[in-house]
């Protein structure tokens, strides 16, 4: 399954809302989908599985919905450590796959 | 707390074999039913999943697109587990990020990540 994250780059600034997009070359089972945040010289951090299931110690200003195709995720409003790039992942189909990103950054 | 490091050589020379460990601390990789995976990320390319091996190393899961040259291991103690990339080539060239997983049999998101290892393939 492809993913497609759009768009490339959200241009932002602190406090305003980021909408991200990630859409499917097919439907994804069962909405096995999770996001990501990666920083520079940091760990990865799971955010969302279960296209809307906050993991643990993920801030409720993160939100995650869609089903089938259409995936989004939410940041209701932007913080200075929230500026980073953010990929989907689904893996209810194998080979789990990941899109190509988005980066947020400060406008 | 659970954390994951990985560490190996962050140069393979072409045709050679790649070889990382992931070394784990703050729980036991077999204190739970885990998958333990690996991930890589070429510069300036998305993130690629390698392959899921199960707590108990008795099943693992690989990327039919690296099946072939692709070997993950648990040791005995359960203190780190291993990957084995055979006939690199400079598109092998990524950070490699080793990771928990949740989930079933090859269908895994991941938490927690390692911080990941450059490894660059060049003569």
């Known amino acids: 399954i492809v993913l497609t994250q759009s768009p490339g780059t959200l241009s932002l600034s602190p406090g305003e809302r980021a909408t991200l997009s990630c859409r499917a070359s097919q439907s994804v089972s069962s909405s096995y989908l999770a996001w990501y945040q990666l920083k520079p010289g940091q760990a990865p951090r799971l955010l969302i599985y279960g296209a809307s299931t906050r993991a643990t110690g993920t801030p409720d200003r993160f939100s995650g919905s869609g089903s089938g195709t259409d995936f989004t995720l939410t940041i209701s409003r932007l913080e200075a450590e929230d500026f980073a790039v953010y990929y989907c992942q689904q893996y209810g189909s194998s080979p789990g796959t990941f899109g190509q990103g988005t980066k947020v950054e400060i406008k | 707390q659970l954390q994951l490091q990985e560490s190996g050589p962050g140069l393979v020379k072409p045709s050679e074999s790649l070889s990382l460990t992931c070394t784990v601390s703050?729980?036991?990789?077999?204190?739970?039913?885990?998958?333990w995976g690996w991930i890589r990320q070429p510069p300036g390319k998305s993130l690629e999943w390698i392959g899921t091996i199960y707590y108990s190393g008795t099943s693992y899961y690989y990327n039919p697109s690296l099946k072939s040259r692709v070997t993950i291991s648990l040791d005995t103690s359960k203190t780190h587990f291993s990957l084995k990339l055979s006939s690199v080539t400079a598109a092998d060239t990524a950070v490699y990020y080793c990771?928990?997983?949740?989930?079933?049999?090859?269908?895994?998101?991941?938490?927690?990540w390692g911080q990941g290892t450059l490894v660059t393939v060049s003569s």
């Open positions: 990771a928990r997983g949740d989930g079933w049999a090859g269908h895994n998101w991941f938490d927690p």
């Open positions: 703050g729980d036991s990789i077999s204190s739970r039913s885990s998958y």
